[in-house]
């Protein structure tokens, strides 16, 4: 029988399998946050209170010097990088992608919370069978492979293994709960139209008070239907940056996005690359390879307008989106700080 791991372990953090050679090793050095620049500080200072930037996860050897003070193994920064992660003047969030893959308790969320200061946020994404109406012919499936799926859309699940460790664990550090829904057969969903039916009628029968956002990986979902159906429940759209998707501009628009709670955006592939070609072509995420500096900008310029309009801004990057995300959210954060200062300059001179 495999020997049981204590709570302490890599899997309470990450859900990875543990290095047998890095637990409890003697002479680790501890992992703490990179330096920071006076340029840097600045930057982090002046970003707009509201205004949460982070990366997909936190885990990555490739960030030492930018996030990192020294090279750790990603094992080490899975136990011991949050901390020194949520030190950096930028990094406000950061995702939490392992509850995709199945539910977590309220007391790893703790853990969680328990390592960043009270103005952090996590993003964290809801379990798979709560968007999913088959099962995708992947063999991690198993025998459920290519079969209907009962819990899709189905609120009591959700409220009770999604929702509440969810608010239990992580309290006041809670930011966006996003149901991604992968790219499937809309017909599965039973049309945009049942689709928009369906998701208004699970949003409804969840507990009040959590912020939840929705994201949708088929854009012939982005219908004026489910605008209105985020709406009436006071769900927010993510705005998602990826290839098969609209121009951020545009699912913006599309998904009234200005007037929900809160703007919530992942930014995570460029337009000419699949996630295993920019993981291929990136790797190890240490610097900016092919800047977008146009999604930049557009990034930009949503998060002034939230905050024009006195709403929180969620923005995660993942490492596939321009080489390396800790870097994308630097250089993102300088933007919105030049913006908004060329904008009160221009106030000022038209008043």
């Known amino acids: ?17 543990v290095e047998a050679s890095s637990r409890g090793r003697k002479g680790t050095q501890p992992v703490g ?21 982070g990366t997909s996860s ?3 050897p490739g960030w030492s010097g930018i996030v990192y003070d020294h090279p750790a193994a990603a094992s080490q920064l899975a136990r011991e990088g949050l901390a020194a992660y949520a030190h950096h003047p930028v990094l406000r969030t950061v995702g939490i992608d392992r509850t995709f893959y199945g539910p977590i308790p309220a007391s790893a969320f703790a853990e969680y919370a328990e390592q960043v200061p009270d103005g952090f946020r996590f993003l964290v994404k809801a379990h798979e069978v709560c968007t999913m109406a088959r099962f995708p012919l992947h063999e991690r499936y198993g025998a459920q492979r290519g079969q209907a799926n009962d819990r899709f859309l189905n609120a009591a699940y959700a409220a009770e293994h999604v929702v509440a460790p969810f608010v239990e664990g992580l309290g006041d ?14 017909q599965s969903l039973g049309g945009p139209a049942r689709f928009v039916e369906r998701l208004h009628a699970f949003f409804a029968a969840l507990p009040r008070g959590p912020l939840y956002a929705v994201e949708v990986r088929n854009e012939e979902l982005l219908t004026e239907g489910f605008a209105q159906a985020l709406a009436d429940v006071g769900v927010s759209p993510v705005l998602a940056v990826w290839r098969d998707m609209p121009p951020v501009a545009q699912q913006a628009k599309r998904t009234r996005a200005f007037e929900s709670r809160a703007l919530v955006v992942r930014w995570m592939l460029p337009p000419n690359l699949g996630y295993e070609e920019a993981r291929a072509r990136y790797a190890p995420f240490d610097k900016l390879v092919d800047e ?3 999604t930049r900008d557009v990034l930009a310029r949503v998060c002034l307008a ?7 801004a969620f923005i995660t990057i993942n490492n596939k989106a321009e080489g390396s995300a800790p870097l994308s959210a630097i250089r993102l954060a300088e933007r919105i700080v030049a913006r908004r200062t060329e904008e009160g300059r221009q106030q000022s001179v038209s008043s």
């Open 58 to 60: 936190w885990t990555f």
């Open 33 to 53: 946050p990179a330096p920071a620049s006076e340029h840097l500080s600045a930057v982090g200072q002046h970003l707009p209170a509201g205004t949460y930037l």
């Open 173 to 186: 550090k809670a930011g966006p709960l996003v149901f991604q829904f992968p790219p499937q057969d809309p």
């Open 292 to 294: 977008d500096l146009s």
């Open 306 to 312: 939230a905050e024009r309009r006195g709403k929180p």
């Open 1 to 17: 029988m495999a020997q049981q791991r204590g709570p302490a372990q890599l899997d309470l953090f990450t859900g990875a399998p």
